[in-house]
């Protein structure tokens, strides 16, 4: 009986434990049901702060930006009725391949429509865009917000070296772009995209900025500038030449491409580099550059010719200078290695080519350079820069002459054979041949190249090209110096292993 008591009694207890703590687990409960709104409603405050902030980007920013549709004209899908006629009993001599062609059918041109943005630079009707979206176009409409059309825009002119263009309308009263400070923007911050993505009017997308001063992302020739603002904000087929804003609703950049589809890593044109070119392109109808005639890298990125020169790891390796040009004029030398423009230091292509810009046209450079073992300084005058760069070809194929190493056949280089090739120098040993698959071949050399050093010794014959290979550092590889047409570089060759 007492242990049924106790039993009783531990029953009793068991569940008076349990409904207490299912009291206390409801009591605090409403404590954080009380307490979870007011940190609720502060987080919501915050958001719809920030979504008033971008939906307000969206109205202010969005009539500045407008639609552009290019046609263009291409070959034609083939009609298929023009291949339908009979053979009506004609008699071919029996080759297929006859009957084939003369029913073959005809392939008409046809337009075919591409569609990019842009965003009004000023009121009467100057807008800026991608050279890439209306480049080569028949004809171009701009569209604004409203719907209002704009057939025949005319071209102001354009930019190729940053892939910029400003287009004219026959407008009146349109709303220009808030113009930022791409120099301002820092990684981290907001990047809001407008555009016309897959024919998609005026779509938005948000995103951060990912980093800044990006090179090397283009495919557009060793003469493009490049310093791109990286977002993630998404940007596809039909963005390019729109705005990239900051939450403030300014523009901060030109969209201008991607890195893949759906990857979140996109590119646009920094605002103050693109106004720079618009500006240029809306007074001279051309923009006019600075230039000292140079091809450069970044020594970082060229290790094999880091192993030329001593106790150097940053600055911009001469990769070609162009005959005619202010380097070509000067002492200057391929491999070269430029580290300071007029004492600024400059370890980076970019930060070089940003020195040179900033300069008059006209104006003296004095640059520092390591050539091997010793530090020079090199003066030179600042031209403008040509609209085209036209380099010689050289079609003359001369007789082998000598094998040498690397898979190269020389001959020695006569004032005859100069005036034929129509070269400025004399002196060197012409290339006459390159071995299929060989380290020459890898690494550019072609017929018709002249050899003129190695390891900056002069090479003015076969057999000082051949003592001076022979010198050379295996491990390091060989430094030849070449001219091919109107410029002359430089290559270092290592035998294959």
């Excluded at 609720?40 to 549709?69: C, Y």
């Excluded at 491999?335 to 400059?346: K, T």
């Amino acid at each position: 009986m007492d242990t049924l008591n106790l039993r009783s009694d531990f029953r009793v207890t068991r569940w008076l434990a349990i409904g207490f703590s299912v009291l206390l687990a409801t009591s605090c409960s409403v404590c954080l049901a009380e307490a979870t709104p007011a940190a609720s409603n502060g987080d919501l405050d915050i958001a719809r702060h920030l979504e008033g902030a971008f939906e307000k980007v969206a109205d202010q920013t969005s009539p500045s930006v407008v639609v552009i549709t290019t046609k263009h004209k291409i070959a034609g899908i083939p009609d298929s009725k023009d291949g339908e006629e009979e053979d009506n009993g004609q008699q071919f001599d029996g080759t297929p391949f006859e009957f084939f062609f003369r029913h073959m059918p005809q392939q008409h041109p046809r337009d075919v429509e591409n569609q990019g943005s842009g965003i009004i630079l000023r009121k009467d009707g100057y807008i800026l865009t991608n050279l890439h979206v209306i480049d080569e176009a028949g004809s171009i409409t701009v569209q604004l917000k409203d719907g209002t059309k704009f057939e025949n825009a005319k071209v102001v002119g354009s930019d190729d070296r940053i892939d910029v263009a400003v287009i004219k309308v026959d407008a009146k009263n349109l709303p220009p772009a808030r113009i930022g400070d791409s120099d301002a923007v820092k990684v981290g911050q907001w990047a809001i995209a407008i555009g016309a993505p897959y024919e998609l009017d005026y779509s938005f997308t948000v995103g951060f900025v990912s980093a800044k001063g990006r090179t090397g992302v283009a495919s557009r020739g060793s003469n493009a500038y490049e310093d791109y603002i990286q977002t993630d904000a998404a940007i596809n087929p039909g963005n390019s030449g729109g705005p990239l804003c900051d939450i403030e609703g300014r523009v901060i950049g030109i969209n201008t491409l991607i890195r893949g589809l759906n990857r979140g890593i996109g590119f646009a044109i920094p605002i103050n580099m693109a106004m720079d070119s618009a500006e240029k392109l809306i007074k001279d109808g051309k923009v006019k550059r600075p230039w000292i005639g140079i091809g450069i890298n970044d020594l970082s990125e060229d290790k094999e010719l880091a192993e030329f020169v001593k106790d150097v790891k940053d600055g911009v390796v001469v990769s070609e200078i162009t005959d005619g040009t202010p380097a070509g004029k000067s002492s200057l030398q391929p491999a070269d290695v430029i580290l300071a423009v007029d004492g600024v230091p400059v370890k980076t292509r970019r930060e070089l080519q940003q020195q040179i810009l900033r300069k008059k046209i006209g104006q003296k450079a004095i640059l520092d350079v390591v050539r091997g073992d010793k530090t020079i300084q090199v003066a030179l005058q600042t031209e403008e820069m040509p609209d085209q760069l036209q380099t010689v070809a050289n079609e003359h194929r001369a007789k082998p002459q000598a094998e040498t190493a690397f898979g190269l056949t020389v001959q020695p280089l006569t004032k005859e054979l100069a005036e034929r090739l129509k070269l400025q120098i004399t002196d060197g040993i012409v290339v006459t041949d390159v071995a299929e698959g060989s380290a020459a071949q890898q690494r550019g050399i072609e017929r018709g190249d002249v050899i003129t050093a190695v390891d900056r010794v002069p090479a003015r014959s076969i057999d000082d090209f051949k003592a001076a290979v022979a010198k050379a550092d295996e491990d390091k590889g060989v430094l030849l110096f070449l001219h091919r047409g109107r410029a002359s570089r430089y290559v270092v060759l290592k035998d294959s292993k």
